[in-house]
């Protein structure tokens, strides 16, 4: 890709806004997108990320991060946020553009219960809370409940390929301790310290050896979630920091993992990637007596994630459940979503001072979602060299040039749409505002652009949208695992 030409374009296009005297919509996280999932929070995907590596010293690494169960309260004692056992979780990457799978992650969880007792008038009798004392790295006596995972590479087809299990370079082992959430200041004096235990160096068969971490996180995702939901009751030309971001007291539960570049890539340096969550066809529910049925009729995907917002502002409201069963290859099912939108219609419904951009198919769409942009203007940017369209997330692993993985403090949190080759929608890092450029791509930026269609085919392009709550690479650690520590339960 040619960053000389693309950044004048991007500058000049995308650097005027329009007067508007009504508000837009916004969008929310992927918490509860469909009807079905919202059921099922255990296995619901609330974001995805993919990007190169940033942390000093470990560029030719990707990092991968799916976050699941959304909506965590701190105080959300005293079960907390346990995985589900009987569930697969599984992180997929496409390297030809096919929109399969030829590598999955596979993440399964164990929860063991210690049961404490306490004696009691000369009766030992079971304790009612996770944990019977204070915790800290090195000392996890007093955890009442421990919460466990392996993790299996598939090379293939995700049920027919080749499993072989990551293991744990400081003793080999292919089991791996979960840390519990953060109950609490009392409970856990040191939450950041005791969670670092959990960071672990891995060999991944046929791979050199990368990294892991798995456990609770603060919550990443930044919306001005409540007003958005309330008919839009937000400013969209306002402040890009004037408004609540309310996750603000949220966590969730993160997988992630950094890998060699060389083992993602194909001879393409462009990769596709999501998340998704499968349930036991036949599951028996739990009672003292009864044994789960663990995979008896085999999996059924109930999540799906990888681009941010597709499910809940882009596919219709009768094919939510459907598209989060369906795997990428089936994607022709939902091209109308994409290619002729409601969105922008709805928009321009509720406030005649944004019209809906006119160009159909919507083509900036399609490859903004479905198949990376690659235009004569910009050069490659994220398109396969075989693409075939599916909702993926994709990211150019290369890291030369314009491409260069930025550092924490210098990257644009609007990513590509002002300049930074590194960030959104070439893949996803923490801290790419990607409510804000979606927001403006949904407009009609990339054809204000002219870099689809005609900028008269989007007259309300040019605009600076966003939902009002700010986000960056401030908000970031500067290496792995990058989120940060979860809110605690009681911060006294």
Not at 16 to 38: D, N, Q
Not at 53 to 77: H, K
Not at 268 to 294: F, H, Q
Request: proline share 8%.
């Amino acid at each position: 890709m040619t960053h000389s030409i693309l950044r004048p374009i991007v500058h000049a296009a995308f650097g005027a806004a329009i007067v508007m005297a009504t508000a837009l919509p916004a969008f929310a996280s992927s918490h509860r997108e469909a009807p079905f999932i919202s059921e099922l929070p255990k296995v619901d995907a609330t974001d995805f990320y993919l990007f190169n590596s940033y942390e000093p010293g470990r560029q030719g690494f990707v990092t991968l991060i799916a976050n699941y169960l959304p909506l965590q309260d701190p105080y959300g004692g005293p079960n907390f946020f346990n995985l589900d056992p009987d569930a697969l979780y599984e992180i997929h990457v496409d390297n030809n553009g096919d929109a399969k799978e030829d590598i999955t992650f596979q993440f399964r969880f164990n929860n063991a219960n210690k049961d404490t007792q306490f004696t009691i008038g000369g009766k030992r009798v079971s304790i009612p809370l996770i944990n019977s004392g204070a915790i800290a790295a090195g000392n996890t006596a007093n955890l009442n409940v421990t919460e466990s995972y392996s993790v299996n590479i598939v090379r293939g087809d995700r049920r027919n390929g080749r499993a072989r299990a990551i293991t744990n370079r400081a003793d080999g082992a292919a089991r791996f301790a979960k840390p519990v959430d953060n109950i609490g200041n009392k409970s856990i004096p040191d939450y950041a310290t005791y969670a670092a235990t959990h960071l672990y160096n891995v060999n991944i068969p046929g791979c050199q050896p990368g990294r892991m971490f798995v456990g609770q996180r603060k919550d990443p995702f930044v919306v001005n979630l409540g007003e958005v939901f309330d008919l839009i009751n937000t400013n969209p030309l306002g402040s890009v920091n004037g408004e609540t971001d309310d996750l603000a007291d949220k966590n969730v539960t993160s997988l992630i993992l950094e890998v060699p570049t060389a083992c993602l890539t194909a001879g393409d340096p462009v990769i596709g990637a999501w998340t998704t969550a499968s349930l036991p066809r036949s599951r028996v529910l739990k009672t003292k007596d009864d044994e789960v049925d663990n995979g008896q009729g085999g999996w059924v995907q109930v999540s799906r994630l990888a681009m941010p917002l597709v499910n809940e502002v882009v596919i219709g409201l009768k094919d939510k459940d459907s598209f989060n069963g369906a795997e990428p290859a089936k994607d022709a099912q939902f091209a109308d979503y994409v290619t002729h939108p409601t969105l922008p219609a709805l928009i321009e419904l509720l406030f005649p001072g944004a019209p809906a951009p006119t160009l159909f198919p919507r083509s900036d769409l399609v490859a903004t979602f479905l198949t990376g942009i690659d235009t004569p203007a910009t050069g490659n940017l994220n398109q396969p060299r075989n693409v075939k369209p599916a909702e993926m997330m994709r990211l150019n692993t290369r890291v030369d040039g314009a491409f260069a993985p930025k550092a924490k403090g210098v990257q644009n949190n609007l990513g590509v749409i002002d300049g930074d080759l590194a960030g959104f929608p070439n893949g996803r890092r923490p801290g790419d505002d990607v409510v804000d450029i979606e927001l403006r791509v949904v407009i009609g930026k990339l054809i204000a652009a002219g870099l689809y269609g005609t900028p008269a085919q989007a007259p309300a392009g040019n605009a600076p949208l966003t939902d009002g709550a700010f986000i960056d690479d401030g908000l970031f650690d500067a290496g792995f695992p990058y989120l940060r520590t979860p809110l605690p339960g009681s911060p006294n």
